[in-house]
């Protein structure tokens, strides 16, 4: 079946610039995770949510990041006023259910601020 | 905090060998560990879960050792092929908590 997609796979943006990146999880997986990984890094936790609820957002870097999942699938992350350090590839990622499964990651969206 | 660390951070072998890659943690409250391969440009692949109660797991030529009580894991690949280059990154979620900690990953070149 499909996996996690994201969208758009590359982003430049200007420095100051809101961009909204896209997760598409697997169908029926309730946990999604965002993710940020710097250039020769491991990822970094960003945010978590179960179903439609925000459980943990302790990751997000700043008041800047926003993220959603209002109708428990699709989620967006949200960065405003992009600033040269949030340059980096956001991962997305689902898991089936809440009883610590396996997660499934997506392809990434590669930002890069200028 | 949790602090997950993989030594080398780089490792090159030729065709054919066995190898290890290693992986410690400072936090033993761990539910599980969990072994990802990522590829350049690509989001990660689950290789191998172990949970918190196991000692290994096993999947074709991967195998994966668990030791909660000294904060390690290895992942052993056998008779390795030019296929298996690629990053591997190691990673823990705590009790009661889903996200994930992750290494900084070994970088893998088998040479044909």
């Known amino acids: 079946g499909a996996g996690v997609s994201q969208s758009p796979r590359y982003k430049v943006a200007k420095r100051g610039q809101d961009v909204a990146l896209r997760c598409d999880p697997i169908?029926?997986?309730?946990?999604l995770f965002w993710y940020q990984q710097a250039l020769g890094q491991g990822p970094e936790f960003l945010t978590y949510?179960?179903?439609?609820?925000?459980?943990?957002k302790s990751g997000l870097p700043s008041d800047r990041f926003f993220a959603e999942r209002p109708e428990g699938s699709v989620s967006t992350l949200k960065i405003q006023r992009t600033q040269q350090e949030d340059s980096a590839v956001y991962l997305c990622?689902?898991?089936?259910?809440?009883?610590?499964?396996?997660?499934?990651f997506g392809p990434g969206t590669r930002l890069l601020v200028l | 905090k949790q602090e997950v660390t993989q030594i080398p951070a780089a490792l090159s072998v030729p065709e054919g060998e066995n190898l290890v890659l290693n992986c410690s943690f400072t936090?033993?409250?761990?539910?599980?560990l969990q072994w990802f391969r990522q590829d350049p440009g690509k989001g990660l692949t689950s290789l191998l879960l172990?949970?918190?109660?196991?000692r290994e797991q096993t999947s074709g030529r991967l195998n994966a050792s668990l030791d909660k009580s000294s904060g390690r894991s290895t992942l052993y690949i056998a008779a390795s092929q030019p296929g298996d280059s690629a990053t591997y990154l190691c990673?823990?979620?705590?009790?009661?908590?889903?996200?994930?900690?992750f290494g900084t990953g070994t970088r893998l070149t088998i040479i044909p």
């Open positions: 169908s029926g997986h309730v946990s």
């Open positions: 990622a689902s898991s089936r259910d809440i009883y610590q499964e396996t997660q499934y």
């Open positions: 990673a823990v979620p705590p009790f009661g908590n889903e996200k994930l900690t």
């Open positions: 936090d033993s409250a761990i539910y599980n």
């Open positions: 949510f179960q179903n439609e609820a925000q459980l943990d």
């Open positions: 172990i949970q918190s109660s196991q």
